[in-house]
C-alpha cells in the first residue's frame, strides 16, 4: 500500500497535515455540520458497568467507548479499511511485518500528543495474561509490537495474520488508551482517549454523558456539543422516552417494535445497516441423536427458515448463516450467493432421512433458551418440527450468561441462542468450529473444516479469502453442523426528525455522532 | 424501655447473622459466575483464565472460609468491592439509597393520602355507592401487580400525553420540580396499592371502634359527626392502621425494584437487578444486608411508635 511520510517537526504544520488528511475522509460521510451544539439523547441497554476497553466480552460497553477512544484505521461499509488514527500501512511481502504510520498532531483528552508508545501500551496489555483480556487468544500471532519512531508502530507477526486489520479497526478489541493514563485511572470515573467525545460522567443505572472533544483531529466536528446515554433497560420504556421527546434516538433489536416505532410522529427510520447478527442452534455432533448427520440435515430440512423470518421478525430480516450479508465481503447473501444445501423446506424429505437414521417413531430433542427473539424462535420450531415427527421440549434459561455456559459446554440438549457481530470472519467461525478450540459449539471434528480454517486465518489475498469463508458456510450447511433460523441487523434505529446526517452501520457502532447534527432551534 | 430497646437490638444479631448466611448461599445458587460474564463466549473462557480471575477475586478458597471472610469485613463496616464497576459496594448503596428512600416516602405519603379519607369515607358511608365505589378501587390496588401499574402508566401516558415525561430521574438538588414530577409517577403507583391496603384496615377498625360504647356516648352528648368521627373515633381507629403503615414502610425498603427498573430510577432495587444479572457477588450481598438491617431498624422503630400512641402496649 503507498504511503506518503512526512517527518513534521512543527506542530502547526502536522495540524493542518491531520486537517487535510481528514477531509478526504471526512466527505463520505458528511461534507460539513449543518448546524453545531445541542446534546443527542438514546436511552441505551444494558447497564455498561465497565467502561474500560479491552477487559470485557461485552459488547455494548464498546458502543460507549467508542465515542472516547479511537482506533488505528475504520472500516468502511464494503468492509475496505480507512485511515483513522493510522494514515497509511503496509505488510511486509512475506506478511508477517505490518508498519503503521500515525497521524501526527492527535491530542489525548489529557492533553499530551498521541504517538507509537500509546499504541505499543495498547497490545502489549491486551496481550498480558494478568490484564485478562477475552481476546488475548485473538492476538496470539502476534510476537511483538513496537514503535520505530514516534510516527512509526510495526508489528511483528508469528504467520501471517489475515484478521489483523479487522482487529485494528475494532474499538471492541483495539480501542487506543495512552500509555500515561490509563494505568493510573479509574476509566469509569475519567477517561482520555483521541475520540470525537469526552467521558463527562457514568453513573451506573442512569446515564453516561459524554462532552464534545474541542481538540478532535477531525476538524470542525464533532457538530453535536454532546451526547447522553440513559440507561434505560426496557425497551417499552425506551419507546416511551421517545415518545414523550426525552430521547432523540432509539435503537431496538426486537423488531416486534418496528410498528410502534413508526407511528411516533416526526420521526423516521434510520435505513438499516446489513445483516450482521445470526440466531445460531447448536446441537452435539458426537453424541446422541444429533451425532447423525441424517437427523441434522433433516431438522435443517424441517426448519421453515421463511415462516420464521415472517413471524419471529415481522420479515425484517434474511436466512441465516454463520457470516451473514452484513459482513462484507466475507458474508453469505441471500440472492446474491448460490443456494446452501438443506435450506429449502422440505418436510416430506426430512421425514424420510429421520427414518432412515431409525426415528421413524418420532424423536424427542430438549432446546434451550434465554432471550425472547431465542424463545419465539423455539416455540415456531416445534411447531415446525412436529410435522417431521420431532418431539422438541423447550427449556427456558432464566439468564443469559447460563445460557451461554451451557451452550459452550453443550451436552445432550440444543440451544439457541443470538450470536453478535464480530470484526472478521476468522474471529466469527474459528473459535466455533475448530476441533481443539475450547469454545466449540457442538463437539466438532472435521478436519476439512480445521484446514479452510487454518487457510482463513493466514490469506491475505482478500479474493482467495472469501472464496475460503464461503466454502466453510457451504460446508457448515451440508453437514449441518449448526443450524441457523436467521439473521438481522444489530439493531433497528427511529430518529426525530431533526436529528441529520446520522448513519446505521453493521456493527451497531454510533460512530456516525461525529458527524451528526441537530436541526432544531433551541 | 430503654432496656427493651436494647434487648431488641440484640435480637438484631442473629436475625442478621441469618440473612448474610442465607444472602450469601444464595447467590452463590444462581447458576453461572462473573467470569462468563467478563470473558462471554471467547476463547479465553477456558479452565486457566477462569482460575485466574476466580484467584484474584477469592472465589476459589472454600465456601466456609469466604463466607468468614466477608463477615468480618462487614463487622468492621467493609462492604468489599464489585467485582466489575471499579467502585466500592457501600459508595455504590450510599448513593442510591437515597433515591430509593425519596421514592419510598413519597409512596407513603400517597398511599396514607389515598388510603386513611377513603378508608372512613367507606366505613362512615357503609352500604352506600361510595363504599362500594372504595372498596372496588382497593380490591383493584391490592389485585394488579404494581409492574403492570407501571408499565400502564409508562406505555399509555406516552401516547396520551406525550407532553408528561414519566420516565428517567433528575436529583431533587439540580431540578427540585422536575424531580417531583417524575418521582410521582412511581410513587403513584406504589402508592395506590399500598393505599388500597390501608384503606381496607382504616374501613374495618374504624367500622369496629364506631361500634364502642364511648362513640354512642359521644353521639348522644350530641357531639357534630364531624367531631364523633375525627375527634373521638379515629384516635383509637387509627392505631391498627398505624402497625400497617410500618410494616408497608420496611416493605418498601426494599419493594421497590420492580418499579425502579420500570420507571428507571437508579435507586438501591436498579443496583441488585443488574448485579444479580452481572452475578456481581459482592453488591449483591452487601445491598441486601444493608437492606435488611434497615428493615429490621423500622420494625424496631415502628413498635416503639406504637407502643407510644397506644398506652394498652407495654414494653416487655
Known sequence: ?522 | MLRYIIRRLFLLIPVLLGVTFLTFALVRLIPGDIVTRMMGVTDANNPQTRALVLHELGLDRPLLEQYVWWLGRLLRGDFGYSFLRHSSVLSEILRRFPISLELGAFSMLIAMLIGIPLGVLSAVKRGRVLDYAARLFSLFGISAPNFFVGTLIVVFGAIWFPGITTLGYVPFHQAPLQNLERMFWPALTLGIGIGAILLRYTRSSVLEVLGEDYVRTAEAKGLSPFSVIFVHALKNALIPVITAISVWTAFLIGGTVLLEQVFTIPGVGRLILSAIQDRDYPIIQGTVVFLSFCVALTMLVSDILVALVDPRVKFT
Open chain 1, 1 to 522: 500500500m503507498p504511503h506518503n511520510r512526512s517527518i513534521v517537526a512543527n506542530l502547526a504544520i502536522a495540524l493542518l497535515a491531520t486537517g487535510l488528511a481528514g477531509i478526504g475522509f471526512q466527505a463520505k460521510a458528511a461534507p460539513h455540520c449543518g448546524a453545531h451544539g445541542g446534546t443527542l439523547t438514546i436511552p441505551f441497554a444494558p447497564d455498561p458497568a465497565d467502561l474500560t476497553p479491552g477487559k470485557n466480552a461485552e459488547y455494548a460497553p464498546s458502543l460507549i467507548f467508542d465515542e472516547i477512544y479511537d482506533t488505528l484505521l475504520r472500516r468502511a461499509p464494503d468492509g475496505k479499511f480507512e485511515p483513522d488514527l493510522a494514515t497509511s500501512w503496509e505488510y511486509s511481502p512475506d506478511h508477517k511485518t505490518l508498519t503503521l504510520h500515525l497521524r501526527q498532531g492527535v491530542m489525548f483528552h489529557h492533553g499530551r500528543e498521541f504517538e507509537a508508545k500509546d499504541v505499543v501500551y495498547t497490545f502489549d496489555r491486551l496481550r498480558d495474561p494478568e490484564f485478562k483480556s477475552p481476546w488475548i487468544s485473538q492476538f496470539k500471532s502476534i510476537e511483538k509490537v513496537e514503535a520505530v519512531d514516534k510516527y512509526t508502530v510495526k508489528f511483528a507477526l508469528k504467520e501471517p495474520f489475515a484478521p489483523l486489520l479487522s482487529l485494528l479497526a475494532t474499538p471492541w478489541y483495539t480501542a487506543i488508551v495512552p500509555y500515561d493514563f490509563t494505568p493510573a485511572h479509574n476509566l469509569n470515573k475519567q477517561a482520555s482517549g483521541t475520540g470525537p467525545f469526552m467521558l463527562v460522567e457514568y453513573v451506573p443505572d442512569d446515564h453516561v454523558t459524554l462532552k464534545a472533544n474541542p481538540h478532535y483531529w477531525e476538524k470542525g466536528y464533532p457538530c453535536l456539543d454532546g451526547v447522553r446515554f440513559n440507561i434505560v433497560t426496557d425497551p417499552q420504556a425506551q419507546i416511551s422516552a421517545f415518545r414523550q421527546g426525552s430521547a432523540d434516538m432509539v435503537a431496538l433489536e426486537d423488531p416486534k417494535f418496528i410498528p410502534i416505532l413508526k407511528r411516533v410522529p416526526d420521526s423516521s427510520m434510520v435505513p438499516p445497516a446489513g445483516p450482521v447478527n445470526e440466531s445460531g442452534l447448536a446441537m452435539n455432533t458426537v453424541e446422541g441423536p444429533t451425532a447423525d448427520i441424517r437427523v441434522r440435515r433433516a431438522l435443517s430440512m424441517g426448519m421453515d427458515r421463511e415462516a420464521i423470518i415472517k413471524t419471529v421478525l415481522f420479515g425484517y430480516g434474511q436466512l441465516g448463516t454463520k457470516i451473514p450479508c452484513g459482513e462484507a465481503p466475507y458474508g453469505w447473501c441471500e440472492g446474491k450467493d448460490p443456494p446452501l444445501p438443506y435450506y429449502k423446506y422440505d418436510p416430506e424429505a426430512a421425514k424420510k432421512l429421520l427414518a432412515e437414521a431409525g426415528y421413524a417413531k418420532g424423536l424427542a430433542l430438549t432446546m434451550q433458551v434465554s432471550l425472547p427473539l431465542d424463545v419465539q424462535t423455539a416455540e415456531i420450531l416445534a411447531e415446525q418440527w412436529k410435522k417431521i415427527g420431532v418431539n422438541l421440549s423447550i427449556q427456558r434459561i432464566a439468564d443469559f450468561n447460563t445460557q451461554l455456559d451451557n451452550y459452550i459446554h453443550v451436552k445432550d440438549q440444543t440451544s439457541i441462542v443470538t450470536l453478535v457481530w464480530q470484526p472478521d470472519p476468522h474471529s466469527d467461525v474459528y473459535q466455533i468450529y475448530y476441533s481443539t478450540s475450547g469454545i466449540n459449539l457442538g463437539k466438532f471434528k472435521d478436519k476439512d473444516l480445521d484446514a479452510l480454517l487454518d487457510a482463513g486465518k493466514v490469506e491475505t489475498d482478500i479474493d482467495k479469502r472469501v472464496q475460503i469463508y464461503k466454502k466453510i458456510q457451504t460446508l457448515v450447511a451440508d453437514k449441518a453442523y449448526m443450524l441457523y433460523p436467521f439473521t438481522k441487523p444489530y439493531n433497528w434505529l427511529f430518529e426525530k426528525d431533526y436529528v441529520k446526517d446520522y448513519k446505521a452501520v453493521p456493527s451497531g457502532s454510533y460512530a456516525a455522532l461525529r458527524y451528526t447534527w441537530l436541526d432544531k432551534k433551541k
